[in-house]
């Protein structure tokens, strides 16, 4: 059965950096346009980047500028580095398809950026 399992997150100062992993395995992984979700305390999981089966990202206006999603196909692996951390980046980060499918969350990967 298809899996995405997160890793990477964890305790950073504000201005810092942090990569985070997507790995997938049992599906066809190329096949989909994929994401990278957050929920921060006490909001909404919203979806702060994207990338295209062919490459093309998208971004949230809070993180443009701050935050790079790319996937390595061969890998099966989506990545998003995180720059310039900020404490309004601190939440459970999760990947998905882009849209999600309701079966394919994991566990997430918890960011706590400290000020």
């Known amino acids: 059965q298809a899996r995405l399992v997160e890793s990477g997150g964890g305790l950073v100062q504000a201005g810092g950096s942090l990569r985070l992993s997507c790995a997938a395995s049992?599906?066809?992984?190329?096949?989909?346009?994929m994401g990278w979700y957050r929920q921060a305390p006490g909001k909404q999981r919203e979806l702060v980047a994207g990338i295209t089966t062919g490459g093309g990202t998208n971004y949230a206006d809070s993180v443009k500028g701050r935050f790079t999603i790319s996937r390595d196909n061969a890998k099966n692996t989506v990545y998003l580095q995180m720059n310039r951390l900020n404490s309004e980046d601190t939440g459970v980060y999760y990947c998905n398809m882009n849209p999600p499918l309701r079966g394919f969350w994991g566990q997430g990967t918890q960011v706590t950026v400290s000020s």
């Open positions: 049992g599906s066809a992984f190329n096949m989909y346009n």
